[in-house]
């Protein structure tokens, strides 16, 4: 394999791999900050215990996600310095604000949030909660907004001309809030929020089927499954708003995305089936005119096909049309499975199917999935260019990197990897097996001041159930 492949191929394994942790700690965090509020607020003991576990957990995803992360930053230089010098005016300055008002906030107060259990107050503790999950929250913000404009470039102009050629920022905010940032935004944070709320449903259920820590694990099943069918529906107004902006900013990835080839009215919704390039057409069910409805609003409204896109300039296109397709299928799934365990709980009997447990407990791999899915239809619907209609992705490598040097390292990184992946399910394990501290009902130190215990609190704010 040449160079690009297999620089092409690095990043986006140690992408795919970073990006497994993220979405789980922001997720995690929002949860964190309910279970504690509601804790202060009921004044519950089980919610203290609650809220040291998911903390533990929280902790080792934020720990994995650091170290995988790092690694992407010096790519850019290795591997994508044509890049880097292209768009170092712009990409650094929101990896910059990243360092500054994200990660900096995250970290600072994950300290007292680890470590602060005995030494700080209960609202103190709390803010320290809210601080971290913010942090998170403002990691995925510069992020998405670096990545989107590398989508939708705003902002900006050109100077220099042939190999000195690079963007300079004009319009800061403009570069924020290109035209593609927040609808990326909005549905990668929902995203993440299903991640997280998955993650608690799935260790809920699995000590139900193991009829262990039943209080626990009903509020947590409980809590994850109201978080989940509120991100559930707001991915659905995200996914649809990003979508429309596609068809708007980026007709040949909308078209990739669906297969579709002829530009006009009534705009078939292929609900899946395979991409023939050469023959320029798409096998498998489709619905007529549902993409130019869903699209514009009006089934007779026309929609770009793949026809008038120049061959040079279209995506891979099974790979986008299959990425695409599995994150939607994922999404509906997940949210046909909350409805199923929000009906069960309002019944009373989510305890006595298995079936359903069985199926709540794998859903943690479903957001994952429709995650990672989603990165690949985004990122490969964008080829060939690495920044849109600015900058090929053949004419961003290195020029000296060689294919050995890429692959070499490649190799490498998958070895260390797979360890890092090994030692966080071994960790993850150790802790879900383990379970919740009984001790942990009882808050000690400067947390205990001023809480009284369940026996004991006020009529009608005991806690029960979320």
């Not at 930053?73 to 929101?94: H, I, L, M, P, Q």
């Not at 802790?431 to 205990?448: M, V």
Request: proline share 5%.
């Amino acid at each position: 394999m040449d160079v690009e492949i297999l620089a092409r191929l690095q990043f986006a394994f140690t992408t795919a791999f970073h990006y497994i942790y993220p979405p789980l700690s922001i997720g995690l965090g929002l949860l964190l900050v309910v279970i504690e509020a509601t804790w202060l607020w009921t004044k519950n003991p089980l919610y203290h215990q609650m809220a040291r576990f998911w903390t533990r957990v929280f902790a080792l995803t934020f720990a994995i996600g650091v170290a995988t992360g790092i690694v992407l930053e010096f790519e850019f230089g290795t591997n994508w310095a044509t890049y880097s010098r292209y768009v170092g005016d712009v990409f650094g300055s929101a990896l910059a604000a990243e360092g500054i008002f994200a990660f900096f906030l995250e970290s600072g107060f994950l300290a007292i949030l680890l470590f602060g259990w005995d030494k700080v107050g209960p609202k103190m503790h709390f803010f320290a909660t809210c601080m971290v999950a913010l942090g998170a929250h403002f990691s995925a913000i510069w992020i998405i907004v670096a990545n989107s404009w590398m989508q939708t470039p705003a902002g900006y102009h050109i100077v220099g001309e042939g190999m000195e050629a690079r963007a300079e920022i004009t319009d800061f905010w403009a570069m924020v809030f290109n035209p593609s940032s927040m609808d990326r935004l909005a549905h990668t944070i929902v995203g993440c929020w299903q991640a997280g709320a998955w993650l608690m449903v799935s260790v809920g259920a699995f000590y139900l089927l193991r009829r262990k820590h039943a209080e626990f694990a009903q509020a947590s099943v409980r809590l994850g499954v109201i978080v989940s069918l509120l991100a559930s529906g707001l991915t659905l107004v995200t996914g649809h708003t990003s979508a429309v902006g596609v068809a708007k900013n980026q007709p040949s990835k909308l078209a990739a995305m669906e297969g579709h080839w002829e530009t006009g009215p009534n705009a078939p919704l292929h609900l899946f089936g395979w991409v023939d390039a050469e023959n320029e057409t798409t096998h498998g069910p489709a619905i007529p005119g549902m993409l130019s409805w869903l699209t514009y609003g009006d089934p007779g409204a026309p929609v770009t096909g793949l026809k008038d896109i120049p061959k040079d300039e279209r995506p891979p296109l099974n790979m986008t049309f299959h990425f695409f397709h599995i994150m939607v299928a994922v999404g509906f799934a997940l949210i046909g499975l909350a409805a199923w365990a929000a009906f069960a709980l309002w019944r009373g009997n989510l305890a006595e199917s298995r079936l359903l447990l069985w199926s709540l407990t794998l859903s943690v791999l479903g957001p994952q999935i429709a995650n990672q899915a989603g990165w690949w239809a985004a990122e490969v619907g964008r080829q060939p260019w690495i920044v849109w209609k600015l900058l090929r992705t053949s004419e961003a490598l290195s020029k000296v990197v060689t294919a050995n040097h890429v692959l070499a390292s490649l190799i490498m990184f998958t070895l260390v990897y797979l360890l890092l992946f090994a030692v966080f399910v071994f960790l993850l394990n150790d802790k879900i097996q383990h379970g919740p501290d009984d001790a942990d009902l009882q808050p000690t130190g400067k947390l205990a001041l001023g809480f009284k215990t369940a026996a004991t609190a006020p009529a009608g704010r005991e806690g029960g159930a979320l």
